[in-house]
Nanobody, 114 residues
Framework: QVQLVESGGGLVQAGGSLSVSCAAS????????MAWYRQAPGKQRELVAT???????NYVDSVKGRFTISRDDAKNTVFLQMNNLKPEDTAVYYCNFLAVHVPWGQGTQVTVSS
């Protein structure tokens, strides 16, 4: 059974930084594009960043230049480094396989205070 476990969220002031991680078990992320999503209160889950199996990243415009997605296939883990955080980045952050979603993890809460 595939499991995704996100961690590393927290409370930070605007302009601060956080790094979140996603550890996969039960399935190898190697050769799979991975993605980070977020869901703010009262809003739909949205795609934030993707990384190909080869490590090429892509970002939504709202986080370009501030967020960095990366992966460590040996650890079966995906990372999201978030800098210059804004209050509108407040959300629960999730990761998943990009092409075919597996069951969602519990996510990790990121709260940015103004």
């Amino acid at each position: 059974q595939v499991q995704l476990v996100e961690s590393g969220g927290g409370l930070v002031q605007a302009g601060g930084s956080l790094s979140v991680s996603c550890a996969a078990s039960g399935s190898n992320i190697r050769r799979n594009a991975m993605a980070w999503y977020r869901q703010a209160p009262g809003k739909q889950r949205e795609l934030v960043a993707t990384v190909t199996s080869g490590g090429s990243p892509n970002y939504v415009d709202s986080v370009k230049g501030r967020f960095t997605i990366s992966r460590d296939d040996a650890k079966n883990t995906v990372f999201l480094q978030m800098n210059n955080l804004k209050p509108e980045d407040t959300a629960v952050y999730y990761c998943n396989f990009l092409a075919v979603h597996v069951p969602w993890g519990q996510g990790t809460q990121v709260t940015v205070s103004s």
